[in-house]
């Protein structure tokens, strides 16, 4: 059984590197729809923050003019 050429072994080597490449390309792409589902999630929970944060606003208003009515 031969060894491998020089042109055999450079061949193998930038095969490898290759597949490398495309792999981390691969897990990039992965965590790039991970980070946008977490954006997204996290859009959706300071939509309903400022959602409650205005009805409470409105509660206290309600509250204030109730208040200073009795004064």
């Known amino acids: 059984m031969a060894g491998l050429t020089l ?3 450079i ?3 930038i095969i ?3 597949a490398a ?3 981390t390309l691969r897990v990039m792409v992965l965590l790039e729809k991970r980070i946008a589902s ?3 999630n996290i859009a959706k929970l300071i939509k309903r923050i400022e959602l ?3 009805k409470i ?3 206290e208003r309600r509250i204030e003019r ?3 009515k009795r004064r």
């Open 57 to 59: 606003e409105s509660e």
């Open 11 to 13: 061949l193998a080597i």
């Open 52 to 54: 409650e944060e205005e």
């Open 7 to 9: 042109e055999q072994s």
């Open 21 to 23: 490449v495309v792999y």
């Open 66 to 68: 109730k208040l200073s």
């Open 38 to 40: 977490i954006d997204l």
């Open 16 to 18: 490898g590197v290759l």
